[in-house]
């Protein structure tokens, strides 16, 4: 049996764009993207784990192993661990990712996992993506991390951080980084977090990982190149299917 599961919470249920992860993108549904790269990744079992019967239905057609889940759940990771459980297996690592990143490379996942089992002192890895586009960087929907040369992240933020106070040709070579859904978690620290209480920050930003940040966990990250865009409403469903055509082309 494998050290690592990678379990990739598919809500049926979201709010911007329900069935989301059932939308065609190419002729193939989004989930369907996902657990390819997941696959293609070779680091571990994968599965789905979803709250409703399509979903699952829908992973039958593709050979994926899919986990009814709780409609309680309030978080990804919530799911995430409640699919573990459902394993009955001691995975050292568990990697969340997202049932709506249909553009996620399976060299990302890969890289996730390798950071986590090198790095002695993270509990958590994650991704990020430097950047100075500033349409980006003040959109809300797309999460800043402040990293250490050593890429810890001190913080994430929908607001705009590091804030540059004076621009010079210096400081306007220094890019932001934007935070990519995907989290790598040793077993103890996703069995800790589950455990803890929303936090005063995360349930300001938003932001679960926030939680972990204030309980003294460690999350480091690596960088990777912009990947396609995440689906969260019908706008980005449509550029996803423009972006889909263009690397079809290539």
């Excluded at 586009?133 to 990293?147: F, G, Y």
Aim: hydrophobic content about 40%.
């Amino acid at each position: 049996m494998k050290d690592t599961l990678i379990v990739i919470p598919a809500r049926y249920s979201s709010t911007r764009l329900p069935a989301k992860v059932l939308a065609e993108i190419d002729g193939k549904p989004i989930i369907q993207w996902v657990y390819t790269a997941c696959k293609n990744a070779k680091v571990g079992d994968v599965l789905i784990a979803t709250e409703n019967d399509k979903i699952v239905e829908a992973a039958k057609k593709f050979n994926a192993k899919a986990v009814l889940t709780s409609s309680k759940c309030q978080s990804g990771t919530d799911r995430v661990f409640e699919a573990y459980k459902k394993t009955k297996h001691n995975y050292k690592y568990i990697v969340n990712v997202q049932g709506d990143e249909p553009f996620v490379q399976a060299s990302t996942i890969k890289n996730v996992v390798n950071l986590l089992k090198k790095d002695k002192q993270a509990d958590i890895s994650t991704a990020c993506y430097p950047t100075l586009d500033e349409k980006t960087v003040i959109e809300p929907s797309h999460v800043k991390a402040v990293l250490t040369g050593k890429k810890q992240a001190l913080y994430f933020s929908r607001s705009v951080i590091p804030f540059k106070r004076e621009i010079t040709k210096e400081t306007a070579k220094v890019p932001f980084y934007i935070h990519c859904g995907i989290y790598g978690y040793k077993e103890a620290a996703l069995k800790k977090f589950v455990k803890l209480p929303k936090s005063t920050l995360e349930n300001l930003e938003k932001l679960e990982q926030l939680r972990a940040l204030e309980n003294g966990l460690i999350i480091k990250s690596i960088l990777i190149e912009k990947a396609g865009p995440a689906i969260d409403t019908p706008s980005d469903l449509i550029k996803a299917r423009a972006y889909a055509k263009k690397i079809t082309k290539k």
